[in-house]
């Protein structure tokens, strides 16, 4: 009789005990709304609002662009995206000038785009932004 392999009682409840927490594993690296794909950052310029609304050393939150902006002591202003670089989450906090990430937790200097806090490894990609007419406006050109 030919010898067949056969898992046991043990292995099988196992393999069923691990498969919803892959599935976890699986979802808090998709995006919140649950599709599984990242939103993105501007491609196009985007009329953020009014130059003022950024204070000198702080920053403000454009979640609907998914754009951080911060203006540096001497007025220069700073645009970045708030995808998380680590899995591609949209960012969804400023505390102070501090973007903290819900999926895993990383944390982001919004003055400079650079990690604080891990699992992220990577800074926030920068944007071009300006101001034009008391108007700011960031993302890639024309």
Request: net charge positive.
């Amino acid at each position: 009789m030919p010898a067949r392999s056969s898992a046991s009682r043990r292995t099988v409840l196992r393999g069923a005990a691990a498969a919803p927490v892959a599935g976890l594993a699986l979802a808090a690296c998709s995006a919140p709304d649950g599709s599984g794909a990242a939103a993105d950052a501007p491609t196009a310029p985007v009329d953020l609002g009014a130059e003022t609304e950024v204070a000198k050393g702080g920053a403000k939150f454009y979640r609907d662009h998914n754009v951080v902006v911060s203006r540096a002591e001497d007025g220069t202003l700073k645009a970045y995206s708030t995808i998380c670089t680590h899995a591609g989450c949209p960012i969804n906090k400023l505390r102070g000038t501090t973007l903290v990430c819900p999926c895993h937790g990383s944390e982001f200097d919004a003055v400079t785009g650079k990690v604080v806090q891990a699992p992220a490894t990577e800074p926030l990609t920068e944007l071009p932004v300006k101001a034009a007419k008391g108007r700011i406006v960031a993302g890639p050109a024309d």
